[in-house]
């Protein structure tokens, strides 16, 4: 199987639900390779992203266990663009790299890359040939985010102002799921999704 020739992008904003849908493409038999993932990869004990951010943001921004302080850099870079952009010169080069190599070795009946940025930045065009948005009205994206991380409206509403609008994903997209109902709902339209997914991979490496 070759990505290159058939690929999903799946983004979506900060709570609009990409992980349960990225989870239920896999369950069906697509390999899903998740931007995130790799990231905390990249920052955990050990990752490639470790010294880089020790140097750039000093010794402060590494715990004790060896890892990024997720949570002080998330304050520290969502008060500050500038701050923001080392990070990003520094973990986007990675995580895309990574990403890349995680679909060769992919075994699915397609690959789904996983990315909140894919429509933000320059660096992530091109990573599907088709780009899915899963939707849901923004104060449904806020709530989610309040209830699983202990976070406040206005720390989400801060995440969400260096995410690409509502509007600017939606009129990117090839395909849109709205994740705004039961998980049933949302299932029956990642299957619809899935089996039209896997004819078009099929007869892209015919």
């Not at 990249?42 to 992203?49: D, I, K, S, V």
């Not at 104060?139 to 509403?157: G, P």
């Amino acid at each position: 199987m070759n990505y290159t020739d058939f690929s999903i992008g799946l983004t979506g904003g900060i709570g609009s639900g990409k992980t349960l849908v990225a989870n239920i493409f896999a369950g069906l038999g697509a390999s899903v390779v998740d931007a995130d993932e790799v990231a905390r990869s990249l920052t955990a004990p050990g990752g490639e992203g470790i010294e880089p951010i020790r140097e750039r943001f000093g010794p402060e921004f590494i715990g004790q266990d060896g890892a990024m302080n997720r949570a002080m850099m998330r304050e520290h870079v969502f008060s500050n663009a500038n701050e923001r952009l080392k990070l990003e010169a520094i973990l986007h080069p990675l995580i895309r790299d990574v990403s890349f190599r995680l679909a060769e070795e992919a075994k699915g009946d397609y690959v789904i890359f996983v990315n909140p940025l894919l429509v933000e930045l320059p660096i992530w065009r091109g990573m599907g040939t088709r780009v899915l948005v899963v939707d849901c009205p923004e104060e449904l994206q806020v709530s989610r985010v309040m209830k699983r991380s202990n976070m406040t409206a206005e720390q989400v509403r801060a995440i969400m102002a260096t995410q690409a609008t509502r509007e600017k994903r939606l009129a990117m997209a090839d395909d849109v799921i709205e994740n705004n109902r039961s998980i049933g709902d949302t299932s029956r339209e990642v299957e619809h999704l899935h089996a039209i997914y896997k004819k078009m991979a099929q007869n892209a490496f015919l």
